[in-house]
Nanobody, 120 residues
């Protein structure tokens, strides 16, 4: 009922930048938190950054100061600006959105993932 479409991944050299986008669509009544997780080969999925409906943000220690999460509530879209990328940032990045389909029904959806590869 809620679809997430991610874009912006790719191959970048160390020190480079990428911007990820994730647009939510469907029968959405409201959106609470929007965030980005990542999963590297052989590792567990981890939170990268999240942002609440009020604009409060939370970052993993490993990306704080390099990544910036933002959202456009008019477009139900969340962004992740990634600067000073490092090889250890290489992973599949997944968008996550939670909200409500109605006053009585909540939802939590995941995007299909977009590959980010940092390599020279």
């Amino acid at each position: 009922q809620v679809q997430l479409v991610e874009s912006g991944g790719g191959l970048v050299q160390p020190g480079g930048s990428l911007r990820l986008s994730c647009a939510a669509s469907g029968s959405i009544f409201s959106i609470n938190s929007m965030g980005w997780y990542r999963q590297a080969p052989g590792k567990q999925r981890e939170l990268v950054a999240a942002i609440t409906s009020g604009g409060s943000t939370n970052y993993a220690d490993s990306v704080r100061g390099r990544f910036t999460i933002s959202r456009d509530n008019t477009k139900n879209t969340v962004y992740l600006q990634m600067n000073s990328l490092k090889p250890e940032d290489t992973a599949v990045y997944h968008c996550n959105v939670d909200g409500r389909l109605s006053t009585k029904q909540a939802f939590r959806s995941w995007g299909q993932g977009t590959q980010v590869t940092v390599s020279s």
